[in-house]
Nanobody, 126 residues
Framework: QVQLIESGGGLVQAGGSLRLSCAASGRTDSSYGMGWFRQAPGKEREFVATISGNGVRSSYANFVKGRFTISRLNAKNTVYLQMNSLKPEDTAVYYC???????????????????WGQGTQVTVSS
């Protein structure tokens, strides 16, 4: 069983930066693909970024390309989401997710993820 705990959310002005962290209680080595998703008020949860188990491959939603960077440090069982040039429309609850996968795979669909964190609030003021 894997438990995920997100941290690093908060209130930031437009144009600012935040780094989210997702710490796994169980072992999340290269056999786990990881992803970040977000849900804004009144909207469905949507894909943000994903990274392969070995950290080599990643994929991003178009609306965050060039602004957000996903990374992982398997030795610390932690995945990060560096968010730069934040916009008010980035305001949402951000969720970390994990699934057992081959080390090179990335997964965009939230339906395949097996484990989810409780989320961390990110609020971007204009």
């Amino acid at each position: 069983q894997v438990q995920l705990i997100e941290s690093g959310g908060g209130l930031v002005q437009a144009g600012g930066s935040l780094r989210l962290s997702c710490a796994a209680s169980g072992r999340t080595d290269s056999s786990y693909g990881m992803g970040w998703f977000r849900q804004a008020p009144g909207k469905e949860r949507e894909f943000v970024a994903t990274i392969s188990g070995n950290g080599v491959r990643s994929s991003y939603a178009n609306f965050v390309k060039g602004r957000f960077t996903i990374s992982r440090l398997n030795a610390k069982n932690t995945v990060y989401l560096q968010m730069n040039s934040l916009k008010p429309e980035d305001t949402a609850v951000y969720y970390c997710a994990a699934l057992r996968a081959t080390e090179w795979a990335t997964y965009v669909s939230q339906n395949v993820y097996q484990y989810w964190g409780q989320g961390t609030q990110v609020t971007v003021s204009s």
